[in-house]
């Protein structure tokens, strides 16, 4: 018999993971057939073939182009290498074993960094990424494989022309039409089997930790086959079907072999759920699937006491968010009602605007809202108000009659609606921040530009002019001034770091920085003494752009950010408590003017004075006892803070 005949086939079934070598007598062979070779390799440690690798890379050519067989054959001199109880040719033997495992047709000093890592573990082929370990247990086969093993010697038998291919053809014909029943005891046993093998696995795994399992995506321990109860199906899976059942019925069974005309049909279902079913209808289905999911979860409990290594898969919840809904509505629930007058306008508004193009709705509307009376928007107001006690007083009946597990429920469901509720203002905001400090950069520098193009204008008129240009600017073009507000946005002190900088404490205080001030302007008009910037980046941001004239405003802002993030936190700490320190002064000050209301003539200068030497005092210990000091004029180390 010729050599071509005496192979064997491989043959791929059903997208298996496994690969059937079927020779006349229809074996199984195993993935590996060099489990021998693979055990004489792993006898060395892996601290010994490092050892022996970088031996050989201090050996190797200097234009190393030629194979690598050659190179290590007639390359490396190997009465150079010395390893511990290893003789030159029981390395040069050696290393030519491991560079069979790995990727040829290239050169040794590319293979040899492939070497390094198989060293590492070299119980996984560097060309199929799969685990080769004598004391790994071996993955059952599928239920499919275990129907041919039992199938394909009965029908070769009766079937003697046939070749191997046309006898896997003729196995998978038969299995296809086998009954479910007779599926489900292949399927058994192959839930059991796999179980046991989970289990030995897992053993396996902690007895050899060293061994890494799965990191190239490694077929041999993909769960295509699932075991344990099956899953809950959703509302709409149960309606398809239903459908898909009855329309089969009607139309006959050839349907299911025609797959252009069942994903027509099934499309049409989902368009049915989607569109044209009723809410009552839709519910009978959510119900249904929630008694599937109680059919799963006891199934679930069963299998894992049987098999109590068994990890349960993480499932999404069967109904979707308007699914829930639906359900809690049918089931009592009030519905949640507009928040404010304007959301209550536009629900009513939007009823009547099914001809005007969705993304130009809502600027009609708030165009309307903005010319409504005052009045007209208070009564819309007070009716959301009504709404929201009505609501509250709904739901609190509502809650009284549910279980306590789902009035537990149904207050976190609520208490995290309104969390979300939050959360997307303070985002909101944030993004708010970001957008006026990117506007307020370009606006600076733009301002100085024109102001030197059209000196004949007024900065009202060039302000104009640079908001519409801001307003016609794409993403792309405003991304530099987006980042740089986003730059500036982490080192500006938040509200609470705010609060426990200047503790916060004096209500006056408060109002004094939240509030433009009279009093201010009239003392910084008398004393020109100005009210401190609230933290050390603001300090140092100020004192770069009134400095560094020689830069851009843009590129000054950003430069100020760069100095800040490469100061040390000793220094930032410095300068957050110089600040501290500065406002505390101020608020001295400003109170003893609010007292007095006037500064008089002749206490003026001593005002001016005693106010501006506590503000110029730069003196203090910071939080680790260290001394920091600053006079008024432009320190060295301020001068530093201008320096590339």
């Not at 569109?275 to 519910?283: A, F, L, P, Q, W």
């Not at 469901?413 to 957008?435: L, M, P, W």
């Amino acid at each position: 018999m010729s050599k071509k005949k005496s192979k064997t086939k491989n043959i791929k079934v059903e997208n298996s993971t496994e690969t059937l070598s079927l020779s006349s007598k229809c074996n199984i062979e195993g993935v590996f057939d060099d489990d021998t070779e693979t055990e004489s390799i792993t006898e060395w440690k892996a601290d010994e073939m490092m050892l022996l690798f970088n031996n050989i890379q201090q050996l190797l050519p200097k234009n190393d182009l030629g194979k690598y067989s050659t190179t290590l054959e007639k390359g490396i001199d190997w009465n150079r290498i010395r390893l511990p109880n290893r003789d030159p040719d029981e390395c040069k033997q050696h290393a030519l074993k491991i560079m069979k495992q790995l990727r040829q047709h290239r050169t040794l000093t590319e293979m040899l960094e492939d070497a390094k890592k198989f060293a590492e573990n070299p119980w996984k082929s560097q060309q199929t990424h799969r685990i080769n370990h004598p004391d790994l247990p071996k993955k059952p086969l599928s239920t499919y494989l275990k129907y041919f093993l039992e199938k394909s010697p009965k029908l070769q038998a009766l079937n003697p022309t046939m070749n191997m291919s046309e006898i896997a053809k003729l196995v998978a014909e038969h299995y296809a039409k086998i009954t479910p029943k007779k599926k489900a005891h292949y399927k058994k046993i192959y839930d059991e089997e796999m179980v046991v093998y989970r289990q030995k696995l897992l053993e396996f795994k902690s007895n050899h930790p060293e061994i890494e399992f799965g990191s190239n995506g490694s077929r041999r321990f993909c769960d295509d086959q699932k075991i344990g109860p099956i899953k809950p199906r959703t509302p709409f899976q149960l309606y398809k079907d239903y459908r898909l059942k009855k329309y089969i019925e009607e139309n006959g069974e050839e349907i299911e072999e025609n797959e252009e005309m069942l994903k027509i049909v099934v499309d049409a279902i989902r368009e049915a759920w989607n569109n044209t079913i009723s809410d009552k209808k839709r519910y009978k289905f959510i119900k249904k699937s929630l008694k599937d999911q109680e059919r799963y979860d006891q199934e679930l409990k069963e299998f894992q006491e049987s098999n109590p290594k068994f990890v349960a898969p993480k499932l999404k919840s069967v109904l979707t968010k308007s699914e829930l809904e639906l359900k809690l509505k049918y089931e009592g629930k009030p519905s949640r009602p507009p928040r404010s007058g304007y959301t209550l306008f536009s629900k009513e508004m939007l009823k009547n605007m099914s001809d005007i193009e969705t993304n130009e709705r809502m600027v009609k509307i708030a165009k309307i809202w903005k010319e409504l009376p005052e009045s007209e928007r208070n009564r819309y107001n007070d009716e959301a108000t009504k709404l929201g006690a009505q609501y509250l007083q709904d739901l609190n009946d509502y809650l009284k009659n549910l279980p306590e597990d789902d009035k537990e429920r149904a207050f976190l469901e609520e208490k995290s609606y309104y969390n979300r509720k939050v959360h997307d203002i303070k985002k909101k905001a944030e993004q708010s921040f970001v957008d006026n400090t990117a506007l307020i950069a370009y606006q600076m520098e733009e301002l100085k530009r024109l102001q030197q193009l059209h000196p004949e204008k007024n900065t009202a008129d060039l302000m104009n002019i640079i908001n519409n240009e801001w307003k016609k600017m794409n993403k792309d073009q405003k991304s530099v001034y987006m980042n740089l507000a986003q730059s500036i946005k982490s080192f500006v002190p938040n509200k609470q770091v705010m609060n426990k900088l200047i503790n916060e404490n004096d209500t006056k205080l408060i109002k004094i920085m939240k509030t433009k001030n009279e009093k201010e302007e009239e003392l910084f008009r008398l004393t020109g003494i100005k009210k401190p910037r609230p933290s050390g980046f603001n300090q140092v941001c100020h004192y770069i752009l009134v400095n560094r004239h020689d830069l851009a405003t843009r590129d000054r802002l950003r430069f100020a950010s760069e100095r800040w993030r490469s100061l040390s936190q000793a220094k930032r700490n410095a300068y957050n408590l110089l600040a501290k320190r500065k406002f505390q002064c101020y608020k001295e000050v400003i109170a003893k003017f609010k007292e007095n209301s006037t500064v008089a003539g002749s206490k003026r200068s001593i005002t001016e004075e005693s106010s501006q030497k506590k503000l110029n005092t730069k003196k203090f210990k910071t939080g680790d006892g260290l001394l920091y000091e600053e006079s008024s004029d432009e320190t060295d180390e301020n001068d530093d803070l201008l320096s590339e």
